[in-house]
């Protein structure tokens, strides 16, 4: 069983608070933290919006959406009550003057000496505009602390315009630029796998590991963020970020202690020694998709313009092929792919390792080793060996798992999620997980050169059915070097 160790009382203002991100996982997340203990009896959740609410009316529905994001959180209610009690409501239009953030003023006082977090569970283009009132209403206290959810601008020059605004008023030791899959457990247990068995980081290099692939697959749609997604596409919603933040933690050097800055100052090297996709390899290194309809778990969905209402050219899935122009990494292609409507919801790392020079039991016998961790939806760590299959007859190879679900081996536990982790980090004042601003500007400055090799050259996004696993272009690319996408149902 792991000790949840209570944090410092707090208050947490979240700004969006009526939004799906609060609903659903935000205040989910508060609650699970609350039961187990992890937050004081003195602590007090301000939620922010423009809504026509009161507290009673807001907490009624924070209770109303915990039976739909975490039904059995609560089978106490009395302690379901307690939780709410702690909140309360304040109806803002974030974009208001400054004296008309004085009931937030109000709600906020006689928190002295306590943690000052402010949730930006907003448009992003709200986030400066915040920031500045806060600071004319004199909320930010120089100890106060910023959250900032993805995506922290749409290219270079406005994510450099967001981190100013927000930086002219909250240091950058007090902003926690979030990425929720640096929270998942798995994520985490590749450090420990890496750093803390002797058996795996020997051959953590190119000397031994053939390629790497990493996967995050949706099998929903847009999901009413047409609007948003469309002027984005899935290499900002989810390249830039998520899957460049999974490459940093398998290909990054070992950090000197477990220090916020010293973990990402690694990252920041390898994001710096990514290489840059240009219009002379655009075409063979990357492929967009965008879905067409098809079937996702037996229902016929429809096609990615039907849902939003227009025809457009935003990719919904794109794979590309990254290099890691360093040492240990020379060599080794870094295969990432990402996409909505696809066959199923999973994000995986696999790292393959290199066959054995010699095939003494027979051409074909057993499979390179793989090591596979799994994020989501069942998190664990399989590494997949070359075994004899049992019996007379001869000998006979077979590939087999060394399974590790975290699920069964830790018995049935439930742990703490993603956001329940990070929220208590960012209370704790814990940066570790959290993207330090000269790593959103390095993800940034490669990806905006890949949009432009795109823009110059790169061709339309190629169609794909519904519950695929996007356009064949992307199994031709592994193909033409001699690979293949891991089926994750071998």
């Known amino acids: 069983m792991a000790e949840f160790i209570p944090v410092p009382p707090f208050d947490l203002v979240v700004f969006g ?3 799906d991100l609060a609903l659903r996982k935000l205040f989910p997340a508060l609650l699970h933290r609350f039961l187990d203990g992890q937050i004081p009896a003195s602590s007090r959740i301000i939620g922010v919006a423009r809504a026509d609410l009161d507290t009673d009316a807001f907490r009624k529905l924070v209770y109303e959406s915990r039976g739909k994001f975490a039904p059995g959180a609560c089978v106490d209610e009395a302690k379901c009550d307690e939780f709410l009690s702690h909140i309360a409501y304040v109806r803002l239009d974030a974009t208001a003057s400054a004296p008309e953030w004085a009931p937030l003023n109000a709600a906020l006082a006689g928190g002295e000496g306590k943690v000052r977090i402010f949730y930006l569970s907003t448009a992003p283009s709200l986030f400066v505009p915040i920031a500045q009132r806060l600071a004319e209403a004199g909320l930010a206290t120089p100890d106060s602390r910023i959250v900032l959810e993805k995506p922290i601008g749409r290219d270079l020059a406005s994510s450099r315009a967001v981190n100013d605004g927000v930086g002219a008023v909250f240091e950058e030791h007090n902003t926690f630029r979030i990425d929720h899959y640096l929270g998942k457990e798995t994520v985490q247990n590749l ?46 919603d989810m390249v830039q970020n998520h899957l460049l933040q999974l490459l940093c933690l398998v290909a990054l050097e070992s950090p000197n202690s477990m220090d916020a800055d010293a973990i990402r100052t690694e990252k920041l090297k390898v994001l710096s020694a990514l290489r840059r996709i240009g219009p002379q390899d655009v075409v063979a290194k990357t492929v967009r998709g965008q879905y067409r309809e098809g079937l996702v778990n037996g229902h016929k969905t ?29 060599g080794v292609p870094f295969y990432l792919r990402t996409g909505k409507r696809m066959g199923a919801r999973r994000s995986e790392i696999v790292v393959q390792f290199k ?8 051409a074909g016998a057993g499979s390179p080793n793989r090591l596979v961790l799994r994020l989501q939806p069942d998190e664990g760590v399989r590494l997949w060996l070359n075994i004899k299959e049992p019996g007379p007859g001869g000998l006979r190879v077979k590939t ?20 329940e982790r990070l929220l208590m980090d960012v209370v704790r004042g814990n940066l570790a997980l959290f993207m330090r601003r000269d790593e959103v500007d390095a993800a940034w400055e490669w990806a905006d050169e890949l949009l432009a090799a795109w823009r110059d050259g790169g061709g339309e996004p190629h169609a794909y059915a519904s519950g695929s696993n996007g356009p064949t272009q992307s199994a031709l690319m592994l193909d033409r070097d001699g690979r293949a996408w891991w089926d994750p149902e071998r």
């Open 302 to 330: 429809p096609a990615y313009a039907e849902e939003i209402g227009r025809a457009s050219k935003t990719e919904t899935f794109v794979a590309i092929k990254a290099e890691v122009d360093n040492w240990r990494w020379a």
């Open 191 to 236: 450090l420990v796998l890496r750093f803390a068995n002797m058996l795996i980081e020997p051959i953590w290099s190119r000397a031994t590991i053939d390629h790497v692939q990493i996967t995050v697959a949706e099998d929903i749609g847009v999901e009413g963020r047409g609007d948003y997604y469309d002027k984005s596409g899935a290499l900002r």
């Open 17 to 19: 608070a009526t939004g």
């Open 400 to 419: 087999a798992p060394l399974d590790l679900s975290f699920a069964e081996e830790f018995g049935g536990v439930r742990y703490p999620d993603a956001y």
């Open 355 to 362: 066959d054995t020079p010699v095939q003494i039991f027979g």
